[in-house]
């Protein structure tokens, strides 16, 4: 991907992509949740009866509580395939049918000052699929997904700080450059941790992140680990002194 020179005080951003660049909570979200369900249910089942719904959803809430993603769970108790299960769970049949997003979401990128990287807890294909329907590749100077979210051999997604260490180390940007805008409290809770800017965007929150269960917070005050509070990223310029 094209990437224009940028002097190294320019700010490095880190987009998430589900209900962040587009609103994954009106059918994408559903689907997967349905998906995984399913695929829970069969690996937790005897071989011929898939499980029943409070087995699925006591071990979803046990391994989200226990290693922030029940995925990892999966993976470390049931000898399951992240690559198996991330397909399968993100199967669709018209994928670009149920994206919903705003418009003018590329001239707005290209107005923020800086490198955009795309760091997303989705697989590679599902999401390289999602910014070709949404038409924003060509924003971003890289597409960090799940499946390279590894530290020591071992998958660490968000809100892993040493995923994002590493990442730092990698593209050798001190954390105070980076922003990292997202949808997900957890992740930009980690983040300003390590010293990076934290942008939430909010407008998309109608259902948390299906890879876990993650409760929406009953109010949308700003916490005080978030920098800018913002209904879309649309509005991200004119907080940018805030964020610089």
């Known amino acids: 991907m094209p990437v224009s020179h940028l002097n190294r005080s320019s700010p ?5 992509l589900d209900n962040t660049l587009h609103n994954a909570s009106h059918a994408i979200f559903p689907t997967i949740t349905a998906n995984m369900n399913t695929y829970i249910a069969r690996v937790l089942g005897d071989g011929v009866t898939p499980a029943d719904d409070a087995i699925v959803n006591a071990a ?3 391994y989200w509580r226990r290693y922030g993603a029940t995925l990892l769970g999966m993976v470390k108790h049931h000898q399951v395939q992240a ?3 991330l397909h399968e769970t993100h199967a669709f049949d018209d994928l670009r049918a149920m994206i919903r997003a705003e418009r003018g979401l590329g001239a707005l990128l290209k107005r923020l000052p ?13 999401s390289s699929d999602v910014m070709r329907h949404l038409g924003l590749r060509q ?4 597409h960090i997904a799940i499946e390279a ?11 892993s700080t040493l995923m994002l260490r590493k990442l730092m180390r990698k593209h050798q940007i001190r954390p105070g ?8 409290l957890a992740n930009l809770k980690g983040a300003k941790k390590l010293g990076l800017r934290t942008a939430w965007v909010t407008q998309y929150l109608k259902m948390a992140d299906p890879i876990g269960v993650a409760k929406l917070p009953k109010a949308l005050n700003r916490p005080a680990y978030v920098d800018v509070k913002v209904k879309s ?9 805030r964020l610089r």
């Open 12 to 16: 490095v951003w880190l987009f998430d």
């Open 60 to 62: 979803r809430a046990a």
């Open 83 to 85: 690559a198996h299960f």
């Open 114 to 126: 800086g490198r955009k990287i795309l760091l997303t807890n989705a697989p590679l294909r599902y």
């Open 139 to 142: 924003h971003f100077s890289q």
């Open 149 to 159: 979210m590894h530290v020591h051999r071992q998958l660490r997604p968000k809100p």
């Open 177 to 184: 450059r980076c922003i990292l805008v997202e949808d997900t």
């Open 233 to 241: 990223v649309r509005h991200l310029a004119r907080r940018l002194h």
